[in-house]
């Protein structure tokens, strides 16, 4: 792992610390840039296992979120199950050859089948625990001083997996420990985001034997459509005009206020 690619992870990891918005946590968390530094510094292809690489950062969340606030296992150990859980996958995806349209047609197949899952589970989820960044008792520089440490011990670890460095959760592993108040939230925002991982790595597979600028150019151009299409407005949802009960009570209307709100989206 490169000095550069450690001051990423640290960099990805402290905007995630100071983010109060779980949603905007996630949404920062899923931009491709470790998978963009890996790509440029390794020179590793993408191939059907770099697209099941993204199975397995949803699998590296899950896990800790159970391990954690199922099971009450520490932080740092349920970190370590979740880092266990991807490294095993990825043993198994790279023993075998994957060809990339199968792996994307089953990942999108997949994560088709699990949005809805999940969105039922929010459903009747109790309030998620609100985020605040400054519950950390830690003082700004020495979180930093963490971050910067856990970033490289995490990517002595990634050099060891081959290609599936390319979706090794480097920043990962910090981010569950900053967002392990609001994990099972946390997790299903990153899913829905995760699709725009594929359309990324999909970009950047067509074009990488042409250049691998423009198969990263592609590659973030695909992202931002698909990170587009999943964040705009479904179809049907108009503006709320919501008048105060009193004032129909009453019967005063002239001096009442219409507010004009969106309606909340299930992230």
């Known amino acids: 792992m490169t000095w550069a690619a450690v001051l990423l992870v640290t960099a990805v990891v402290w905007a995630v610390s100071v983010i109060r918005s779980v949603r905007m946590r996630a949404f920062v968390y899923s931009l491709?840039?470790?998978?963009?530094?890996?790509?440029?510094?390794?020179?590793?292809?993408?191939?059907?296992?770099?697209?099941?690489?993204?199975?397995?950062?949803?699998?590296?969340?899950?896990?800790?979120?159970?391990?954690?606030?199922?099971?009450?296992?520490?932080?740092?150990?349920?970190?370590?199950?979740?880092?266990?859980?991807?490294?095993?996958?990825?043993?198994?995806?790279?023993?075998?050859?994957?060809?990339?349209?199968?792996?994307?047609?089953?990942?999108?197949?997949?994560?088709?089948?699990?949005?809805?899952?999940?969105r039922r589970r929010a459903a009747v989820a109790p309030p998620p625990e609100p985020a605040d960044a400054r519950r950390d008792g830690l003082a700004a520089p020495v979180k930093l001083?963490?971050?910067?440490?856990?970033?490289?011990?995490?990517?002595?670890?990634?050099?060891?997996?081959?290609?599936?460095?390319?979706?090794?959760?480097?920043?990962?592993?910090l981010v569950a420990v900053e967002a392990r108040r609001q994990l099972a939230e946390f997790s299903r925002h990153f899913a829905r985001n995760s699709l725009a991982l594929v359309g990324f790595l999909t970009g950047y597979h067509y074009l990488q034997d042409t250049s691998p600028a423009l198969g990263l150019a592609a590659g973030w151009a695909a992202f931002a459509l698909v990170a587009a299409a999943l964040h705009l407005p479904r179809p049907g949802a108009l503006l709320r005009i919501e008048w105060p009960k009193s004032r129909l009570a009453s019967g005063r209307v002239g001096t009442g206020r219409i507010s004009l709100r969106k309606p909340q989206r299930d992230g």
């Open 32 to 118: 491709p840039l470790p998978m963009t530094l890996a790509l440029v510094t390794t020179g590793h292809r993408v191939d059907g296992p770099q697209v099941l690489g993204v199975v397995g950062l949803n699998l590296f969340f899950v896990t800790v979120a159970v391990t954690h606030r199922r099971l009450r296992w520490p932080i740092l150990l349920a970190d370590l199950a979740g880092v266990a859980v991807y490294v095993a996958l990825s043993a198994g995806v790279l023993a075998v050859p994957v060809p990339f349209e199968a792996a994307l047609a089953g990942t999108v197949a997949l994560w088709a089948l699990t949005m809805p899952l999940l």
């Open 145 to 173: 001083v963490v971050i910067f440490v856990g970033a490289l011990l995490t990517g002595l670890l990634g050099e060891l997996l081959r290609g599936m460095v390319v979706t090794f959760p480097y920043s990962g592993v």
